[in-house]
């Protein structure tokens, strides 16, 4: 389970504000960025910097950080672990340099809650406190959603569990929340991806992907996708 204060997209939202304000400082001949705002990969180098934002469509891009990026995150560059492969939701324009190549200049991204749903411990209880899904798809070899959670500035614990029951041909996943400390207040968006490469020879084409929340309107609720 992943224990958070606040929410994934806390940083996302800074870098927007900044941009919108820049763009609003900068007079009627400032060319507002075409950005495109989607979930994405961030891949690393072998000292931990941003070295690529891979598209769900394939396609693999440099990165440059706008200064509106560091500027919301105190002029420090993010940095990932090494060699590896970070989900994230980004907020990015692609331009064409003079060398002809395409390089992608992040203004605003942010981690997603992206981890690998495991059963839960035996004598572990499946809490399931209400929240609001607004959409939910597959793209990138991911499990992508975005929920709405009432809280104001308390804990939440939150993650995936694997409840596939015995002989479906596929995968189940269970959206765990456990309200630790908090009030229901305001809608906080959260921003998730489940990646399926862990569970690789255990899905073939075909099978089901069925993802089980507990919402305010439907209650317990299934969204299946053939794969």
């Known amino acids: 389970m992943i224990q958070f204060k606040s929410f ?5 939202i800074a870098g927007l504000l900044t ?5 609003e400082q900068a007079g009627d001949d400032y060319r507002y960025p075409s950005v495109v705002t989607d979930y994405a990969c961030i ?5 931990g910097q941003a070295d690529q934002l891979l598209l769900d469509n394939g396609s693999r891009y440099p990165i440059s950080f706008t200064d509106e990026l560091l500027e919301a995150n105190k002029g420090i560059r993010p940095s990932f ?5 970070c989900r994230v939701v980004s907020v990015y324009e692609l331009v064409a340099t003079e060398q002809a190549d395409t390089v992608a200049y992040l203004y605003a991204m942010s981690k997603t809650s992206s981890s690998t749903p495991t059963p839960l411990p035996e004598g572990e209880e499946l809490h399931q406190h209400p929240v609001y899904l607004q959409s939910i ?4 070899g991911f499990l992508n959603m975005v929920l709405e959670i009432k809280a104001l ?4 614990s939150v993650g995936y569990v694997d409840t596939t029951p015995e002989g479906m041909h596929g995968k189940e996943f269970t959206f765990y929340h456990k309200v630790i400390s908090d009030v229901e207040s305001y809608r906080q968006k959260f921003y ?3 990646p399926l490469a862990p569970f690789s020879t255990q899905l073939q084409q075909g099978d089901t992907l069925r993802f089980v929340v507990n919402t305010y309107d439907k209650g317990n609720t299934s969204y299946e996708f053939t794969l």
Do not use: E, R
């Open 192 to 194: 998730g991806s489940i």
């Open 8 to 12: 994934p997209l806390i940083s996302l």
């Open 137 to 140: 798809w597959l793209s990138g």
């Open 153 to 156: 500035n308390g804990k939440h």
């Open 43 to 47: 891949i690393s180098d072998a000292t």
């Open 19 to 23: 941009l919108l304000c820049s763009c």
């Open 81 to 85: 672990k090494t060699d590896t492969l």
